[in-house]
């Protein structure tokens, strides 16, 4: 047992530096994801004919590939035409392409769900589009935002994992180099999913306790 | 065309198609400032139709409504416009997020950039108006429909408005609620605001409308006076129709 | 702009590893819908356990839901192919792909299945027990089926989800489609063409297979449900 003890204390340390490397992936991916998806999803509410096309089958086509085979393809595609990218940068590239996906599809169903009634009252105000989306729209869809967006942030914290395929110095690749010279697989494993589990479980709730604080008096269920 | 300068609103020929559904079929009609006037007719006649196209918020295929010298349809200031037109829903579109005195506040603040302490002011005395100073900090989910509605109320006449819409304002009201909301816009009738009414109510359309204007399919049937409309209207239609809402809600005279 | 071009020509390697590609395609079906299958009953059973079980069976239940969801699927199937030899249980990268898939698939199906056991009414227990039927008549006759079918669309979001990532068996090893793809790009070194082919063979497979659930929904949609 105390053996057990002293290996996890000697190896907490190049497991919180992957830890590191883990969370960084997820805030930059995060930080795409939601940049972009904004922008998708006024693309497609607001947009012409073909920028509406070109979101929906971005969507349809990032949501569908695998998200392993994504980070292999970012990673082999560009140094097959001469530029270089390192393992890092292709994994939060190829998870943000999808996020960026999802996200726009959490933003327009978290738009959708403010009620037109909500829109012409504003109109009827004198409100513009402008106005009304940000005095209006936006303050109700952040509550309905937050549930979908825990959700998303616990899949892409999830999915970079992944990154080990590149050998991304990550939580779980940093894990099979203790494991490679101390063989104690089980423990090491132990210990790398409880601080995954901190990250997600921990989050999460945080967020619930937001979205709590953030609830409309009087409305009693949330949607979604 | 020289009616347009006299009225404050004068709606000429309007007409409105919703694919090949023919909503509006050629409606005329004007309000003098001051006037008070009620639309009445059957589900899927086109009367919310008629107060969404004043509000242009939806597009007429054609005609002119005239907002003083003003040409709705056909200006480019129209969220200008929607200040000086108060509208009432059915189903009162209130902010979900705001409480009452916020929900008043904010065409105010955002759309008027009266500064946020005179808005409170201004806020708070249209609540005091239709009679809610107790419930300034609730939200909407907190109150009761009749309360909602007379915040809605409020709200619109926050702006200033020279003329107020209504759209059948008390019709999603539990039977006892519909005195408060309709007693507040007899008070408004009494103090001069001019006022177009889509409502059913037809106590209310005897006691304060000028005239009453009866739409069926899209065209008006007949206008008149409330008395004559109700002793002797002379569209057989029109005779149908009120013996029908005299059926579902009752004698209007009496109160 | 052509060198970029030339890159997507893929329909040679295709044709040349014809047979491959579609062993590891068969492989990836078959492994997603017996997970699927198996997933889902273990999943149903869970979550009666957690909603109905007595205190240490739904704490168990709970559990098991929470942490297999709070952790990654790739760290799951490493516990079971690096750390259990070490306890003298060695798996198989098929069996730990099998056993590893449906583990995870079970605790996602029985969220999906709690939440909707969750929705359904107090007053259909109500009901139920004034005709006099019993606790587990109730579950099982008048909660267990509405619940299951307000859980069918998260359940076949849970189907394309695990589509997708057994491409993980990848990484293990176990021969799917994306192995089969290492294995042809570890010969001819066209690492960026060969996935780019998986990739296209995916989307068809997972647009398809959406179009299919589609249909079925709507064939078998109750009126009134959802
Ligand atoms: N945005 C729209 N798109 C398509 N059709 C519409 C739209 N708005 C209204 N309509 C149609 O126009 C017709 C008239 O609708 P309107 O709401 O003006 O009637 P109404 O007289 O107010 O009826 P009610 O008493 O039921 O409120 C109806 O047939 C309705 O279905
Ligand atoms: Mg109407």
Redesign the pocket.
Known sequence: MSARLELIRRSLPALLGGTVITIQMTVLILLFGVFFGLIFAFGQVYGNKPIRWFVNIYEKLFRSIPELVLLLLVFYGPPSIGIRISPFNAAVLGLSLRATAYMSQIFRGTFKSVGSDQITAAYSLGMGKYKTFLFVILPQAIRVFIPPFANEYAIILKDTSLAYALGVAELLRQGQYIIAVAYDPLTIFLVIAVIYFILTFGVTRLLKLLENKLKIPGIGVEIG | MEDKNRSLLNIIDLKKS?GD?L?LDGISFSLDTGENKVII?P???????VLNCVNRL?VPDGGEIWLEDTEIISCNNINEIRQEIGYVFQGFGLFHHLTALRNVMLGLIRVKKVPKKEAKEQAIAKLEQVGLLDVLDSYPAQLSGGQKQRVAIARALAMEPKLMLFD?PTSALDPELIGEVLNVMKNLAREGMTMLV?THEMGFARAVSDEIIFMEKGKIVEKSSPEKMFKQPENPRTREFLFKLDELYGKGGEE | MLEVLTEFMIIDIFVRNFGRFMSGLRFTITLTLVVMFLGTILGVILALGRSYGIKPISWFCTAYIEIIRGTPMLAQLFILYFALPAYGIRLSAVAVAYLGFTLNCAAYQAEYTRVSIESVGADQYKSAYSLGMKRWQTILFIVLPQAVRWSIPAWTNEFIYILKYTSLAYIIGAPDLMTQGKFIASRNYQFFRVYLIAAIIYLIIVLLSTWIIDKIEKKFKIPGFG
Do not use: I, P, R
């Open positions: 919703f559904n909503v007719g589900s899927g006649t086109g009367k919310s139709t939806v059948e889509v």
